[in-house]
């Protein structure tokens, strides 16, 4: 349960925040759209190093309802080699820009482990939502410069790091560890003054397939936070290699792995495919509406 630091009470679950003047409403859950501006993520990989099909890309998703914009300039797939902080902008300023200049009214956030990559980008664009995969364990700055920023962050959960993190990852409880680490983190990040976490499980960061759908199966133990849980499964392993397939085939996994996740609370899906999620999303709610009335 997240605490006040300054009266020691207990706090109201926030169902809005706001990325600069865009306010964020999560009374239903929404959609963000992944926008991988990298030649070599898993799925996506260098489809979006031209401007007017990143342009075209962005339009689609939003035509099919995204409420916010997930833009990422480094890969974190497993085995995923770190490339510089110069790389990392140099692929992401004229991406943002170009997006916020054809669809300015649309939120963004910025898929990234580094502050100074925070502070860049919101430099040239004003305020974005900043999701990072480690958890502010790859930077031990990230925290305070969020606090700083006054911007909303996206806790990821991890263990170890993209290049090693698959290499036979071990939890004696899985949902139990991952939770301690959200309970340790949200409070440092408290601490710092922020005041608009999402957390994220991290599916894929860390775990095995027994480990990650342990967490899908259990996914409402997070509610106990009051935070906004996203959950990111598009096209992972976990989906394709349970089935058999591969990731070009795997929508329709994704699919219902995402419609799970809605029955167990999330509040924000990351997603490739937007109309599908979307889609999703609508049904979960006529559901959710007939247990009300």
Known sequence: MLISQSTGKFLKRKSKFNIGNEE???TIPIVMGIVNVTPDSFYDGGKMEDEN?????VENMIEDGVSIL???????????QMVSTKTELERLIPAV??????FPGVPISIDTFRPWVAVQIIDEIGPVMVNDISGGSLDSKMFETIGRLKVPYVLCHIQGTP????DE???EDVVKEVSNYFSERVKRLTKFGV???VIDPGFGFGKNLDHNYELLNRLDSFKVFQLPVLVGMSRKSMIWKALEITPETSLNGT???NTLALMGGADILRVHDVKEAVEAVKLFCEIKATIKK
């Open 255 to 257: 699919t219902v792995a």
């Open 169 to 171: 990852p071990q939890y």
């Open 97 to 102: 820009q170009a997006i916020r200049s054809h």
């Open 24 to 26: 964020i409403d999560l």
């Open 53 to 57: 099909v990143l342009l075209a890309s």
């Open 163 to 166: 290049a090693t993190m698959q």
């Open 70 to 80: 997930d833009i990422g300039g480094v890969s974190t797939k497993p085995g995923s």
């Open 195 to 197: 005041e608009d976490i």
